[in-house]
């Protein structure tokens, strides 16, 4: 019991000390609705976050082929891709034939619109790499950045799921 109770007590430690440092460095991110725009995906789909937000959460993760933190988080956001509406932009990467390559190589499913010029990324205001976003009901609910876990980022999905 007491091995519990210190597992409990670490888990909620850990918790609280992620928050607060989520928090540190996502202020100053953008929060609440944001404009209805389409998308073109590699495959040349066109994609409205804002419409499939209406449907269930939309994560929209930044990300870019040289950002080692990337190599670490991509695999966790393919994984959720399976099972959860995900939209991925890849900034600055280059062409779409090298990004097309890129994801061939890593065997990510994951749809992907390519920001060669970081317009994009600009207009979401994201200054690092990666960048997770969750859109619920048209309006942003969660912004990350850095290193994520799975388990951080399907619980994200799940409170905006349960939220909104």
Not at 17 to 25: E, H, P, T
Not at 132 to 141: L, M, Y
Request: overall charge negative.
């Amino acid at each position: 019991m007491k091995i519990i109770k210190s597992v409990l007590i670490y888990l909620v430690l850990f918790i609280a000390i992620s928050y607060a440092v989520d928090s540190w460095r996502s202020r100053g991110l953008p929060s609440g609705p944001i404009d209805a725009f389409t998308l073109v995906t590699l495959e040349q789909q066109q994609t409205d976050i804002v419409a499939l937000s209406h449907e269930q959460p939309v994560l929209v993760y930044f990300w870019a082929t040289w950002c080692p933190i990337c190599d670490w988080v991509s695999p966790s956001i393919n994984w959720l891709s399976e099972s959860h509406q995900v939209v991925t932009v890849a900034i600055r990467s280059g062409t779409d034939e090298r990004v097309k390559h890129f994801l061939r190589e890593h065997d990510y499913q994951f749809v992907t619109v390519n920001d060669n010029t970081g317009e994009l990324a600009r207009r979401w205001q994201v200054t690092a790499t990666p960048t997770v976003a969750i859109i619920a009901n048209g309006e942003i609910v969660s912004y990350t950045t850095g290193a994520s876990t799975p388990v951080g980022l399907w619980l994200r999905l799940w409170w905006a799921r349960l939220t909104h």
